[in-house]
């Protein structure tokens, strides 16, 4: 897949109407669609609530949605590719429905893993091994909105080096979770813990796209950063191997700047 720097892939998005807690009806999915060319996306991966409290989307249920909303997507031709995905929540026997799982990738190469929001559990370095015994390495979505990490960075730096990748909220970058949230997300990246940033978008009046902010708060931290990072959303996405650049623990940091 060949991608021109303004074509950004967005691995984590609430797209489907009716599934969860994105948008609701049809329309509105299509909008959200339109906005998120409008802000440089040309590829999504539809990722869905799953196994958490609320919602069960088994991945029938997203291939179907997005076959769906595919097709309307064309009819209107509006230029969105959309893949089926989950984001898959958290919990102590997650290895056993590894084979009902939707990856990132066709081969489930990669598993969107969502931790709780308030905490790291004891059991996740556990659920971490049992994933990678069975080939398929844990992205950790939006680490830096996770309380214990918020306080304690450097539980991530030991997902990490487990194996375990991590993705970004764009719009952290840029204080839309407020100002703690965006330092949490500034010394992720400056450590190297974060490889992918991606909109986590839900509906647009409440929680829109903002990759291409995202990609310049990247940017003035290191200009090398966006090249990398949208190469590894491709990378992700095609199932290929992600190499890992410099990863500090947060107490070792290089000194960022808030801006």
Known sequence: MGLRPTEYID????LLPGLDDGPQQLAQAVEMARQAVADGIHYVLATPHHLDRRYQNTGLVVERAVAELQAELKRQQIPLTVFAGQEVHLRDDLATALPH????DVGRRYLLLELPHEQVPNYVAQVIFELLQQGTT???AHPERNAQIMAQPERLYDLVQQGCLAQLTAGSLVGQFGRAVKSTALELVECGLVQVIASDAHLMARRGFMMRAGYQALARLDSTNPASFAVNAR???NGDPVVLGEVLRPNQRRKFWLF
């Open 11 to 14: 691995l984590h998005c609430h």
């Open 101 to 104: 799982l939707l990856g990132i």
């Open 138 to 140: 844990p992205v950790i």
């Open 235 to 237: 990378l992700l996405l």
